[in-house]
């Protein structure tokens, strides 16, 4: 049976006010829900005898502007559709942020905002000032993270890294790193294995929440089917691997630059040498 999360959440002077309604929460994932919001199967019982075609989302702390988002239902399924990567745009959001929705009836839901440091955001100038949100304009798909410390994961310098260590000698190191999106991507420099390790890393702070047990890979020469073969710590480009390496005429030593521009889709970028 689900659970009704704690419904009391604490102010930062110190007091607590009881809040009303069912709740749940997301972690938003870039590729994963920000495209659309898959509203938990459990919480279905609080909504579907009042689901519309539309949703009207409010922060907790504003009460001058709402959202309205497209609901679609597909199945047993309630996702917020259009409408919604408009609200990560405008709220800055895409980082591993941390969403409590409260339900408010008839299709309205207040939303408390955590930000990647546990911390909530107090108020509406908070997210006029925050940082540039990971979700550009004119963009349907997942998303690169921006320029980020230590504590945080960017893959364009695990890429950087990657290629400097194993392909600084090949002669086109220079073009490869030359590459930028703002898309998520690592760099593989290509063995003569039959299967390639999507990098730990990578799999961990991009792939893991996900349930796909394949992968859309696109070239020139089309677009190509590849199975993902679970492994410690990541998995493996698998069954396709080898159709799409002799399609593409892929040698060893040859760059190729993985870019998820899609959930399960990325764009592979090919440095020959």
């Not at 309205?68 to 399924?77: A, E, P, Q, Y």
């Not at 409590?100 to 000032?129: A, G, P, Q």
């Not at 760099?187 to 003569?192: I, N, P, R």
């Amino acid at each position: 049976m689900a659970r009704r999360a704690c419904t009391s959440l604490p102010f930062h002077d110190g007091s607590v006010e009881e809040e009303k309604g069912p709740t749940f929460f997301k972690i938003i994932r870039p590729g994963f829900n920000t495209e659309h919001l898959r509203i938990p199967p459990a919480f279905r019982k609080h909504i579907l005898h009042e689901s519309t075609k539309r949703a009207t989302l409010k922060l907790k702390n504003s009460s001058d502007t709402s959202w309205t988002v497209k609901v679609s239902i597909t199945g047993r399924d309630i996702y917020l559709k259009d409408g919604w990567q408009e609200f990560l745009r405008e709220n800055s959001l895409g980082d591993s942020e941390f969403l409590v929705f409260r339900y408010d009836k008839n299709m309205h839901f207040i939303i408390n905002i955590f930000d990647k440091n546990c911390v909530e955001r107090v108020n509406i100038t908070d997210l006029r000032t925050h940082k540039a949100s990971t979700f550009p304009d004119n963009t349907k798909g997942p998303l690169a993270r921006p320029p980020t410390g230590d504590h945080r994961y960017d893959s364009a310098v695990e890429a950087a890294h990657v290629l400097k260590s194993k392909g600084e000698h090949l002669p086109s190191y220079a073009a490869a790193a030359a590459f930028k999106s703002k898309f998520p991507y690592f760099a593989k420099v290509l063995a003569g294995s039959k299967m390639v390790a999507i990098p730990t890393h990578f799999y961990r702070e991009i792939f893991s929440s996900s349930k796909y047990d394949e992968l859309f890979l696109v070239t020139s020469k089309g677009k190509f089917t590849v199975t993902l073969l679970p492994c410690t710590d990541t998995v493996m480009l698998s069954g396709g691997w080898s159709s799409f390496r002799n399609d593409n005429q892929l040698q060893e030593d040859d760059i190729c630059i993985f870019e998820l521009v899609k959930e399960n889709t990325m764009v592979v970028h090919i440095f020959r040498n």
